[in-house]
Each structure stands twice: as structure tokens, then as C-alpha cells.
């Protein structure tokens, strides 16, 4: 038996719980692997990009955003929805780039992708590295307020490990970068 048979859990039913402007909630009957039933919530969610652009001089534009959820000021790197299911994740990362931040970039790096919790929603995150940075005009959603700074790239892998930063596609970008530039 591989092991896809042994741990794969076949869907028997689905109905959708909740659907809003973001979040769109299911709960499905499956069978699990053992012939047993169970039942899985979870959120539906499309795609996402997120990018780490980094200054000739080894900084990176960062966000601070207020995030509802957790009640407070977060640190980010520059991240957005695709705005279609076909939407290139490239193109959406250029586009959410520059809409944040006013920046456009001439060499942009894949950095993989990330799946941010994978136990209850199926967002999935396409992570670039943007660099040969040049500064337009932004143009943020009529509903987000954000500031813009630079940070060195090694002072924000120490706020990561010093849990100052705990967004988490923040973190796993910024450490591939890190990574990227032996820091």
C-alpha cells in the first residue's frame, strides 16, 4: 500500500457552511483511511503572494499594518490575494508590490511557496524575492492603511528569533532570503 492510500481521506459529502468577502467555510463528511467517518471543517480560501524586496544597500521594504484579528500593529513584507483564479502569482506579486509599497522591481527570484495552516484552510502563498528596486507611485486599496519603512535584512532575522516579528510568511520569507544573501 503507498502511502497516499494509507493516510488519504475520501470526501463522502460537502456542504458550504459560510460564505463572506474573504472567508468561505465547509464542512465535509470524509472517510478516514480506516473506513471510519469524520468530519473536516475548513476554509476555503484562493491564492496568495508575498514578496521580500530588498535594496541595493541589503534593506527591505517592510510594512506595519494593523491586522483585526489579533487587535495590534504587525510587522510584514508586502503580501496580497491574487485577484483571479488565473492570475499569474508573478504578475500578482508585481502588482501587490507596487500598489503597497510604489515600488517596482527588475529581477524578481521564486522563493517557493508556503502553505500557512494547512490543518484548516487551503490558502496557499507564492513567496518572491524582488530586487533592482526603483520607487513610483502607490496605490493602495480604498480600505488599507499601511506604513512603509526599510529595515536591514539581519536586524529583522534577529527580531524573528527574538519573536518580535511573528507573522508567519513574513518569517519563512525573510529566512529564505537570509539564506539567499548568507545572512
Given amino acids: 500500500m503507498s502511502e497516499k492510500e494509507e493516510l488519504f481521506e475520501e470526501t463522502l459529502s ?8 474573504l ?3 465547509r464542512r465535509d463528511e470524509i472517510a478516514l483511511p480506516n473506513g471510519n467517518r469524520s468530519v473536516r471543517e475548513w476554509l476555503h480560501q484562493g491564492r496568495a503572494v508575498c514578496v521580500v524586496p530588498v535594496t541595493e544597500d541589503g534593506n527591505v521594504i517592510m510594512e506595519r499594518q494593523f491586522r483585526y484579528p489579533l487587535g495590534r500593529v504587525i510587522t510584514e513584507i508586502p ?9 499569474d502569482p508573478l504578475e500578482g ?10 515600488i517596482v522591481a527588475d529581477n524578481w527570484t521564486d522563493l517557493g511557496e508556503y502553505e500557512p495552516a494547512a490543518a484548516y484552510t487551503s490558502e496557499h502563498i507564492y513567496m518572491y524575492l524582488a ?17 512603509v519603512f526599510e529595515a536591514p535584512l539581519k536586524d529583522l532575522v534577529e527580531d524573528i528569533m527574538a519573536g518580535k516579528i511573528t507573522d508567519g510568511k513574513t ?4 529566512l ?3 539564506r539567499i544573501y548568507g545572512v
Fill in 14 to 21: 460537502s456542504e458550504h457552511i459560510y460564505d463572506g468577502v
Fill in 23 to 25: 472567508l468561505h467555510v
Fill in 79 to 87: 503580501a496580497g490575494k491574487l485577484d483571479s483564479p488565473e492570475e
Fill in 93 to 102: 506579486a508585481k502588482r501587490e508590490l507596487r500598489e503597497e509599497t510604489g
Fill in 131 to 147: 530586487t533592482g528596486l526603483h520607487q513610483q507611485e502607490r496605490h493602495l486599496d480604498e480600505d488599507e492603511f499601511l506604513n
Fill in 171 to 174: 518569517v519563512c520569507a525573510i
Fill in 176 to 178: 529564505k532570503a537570509a
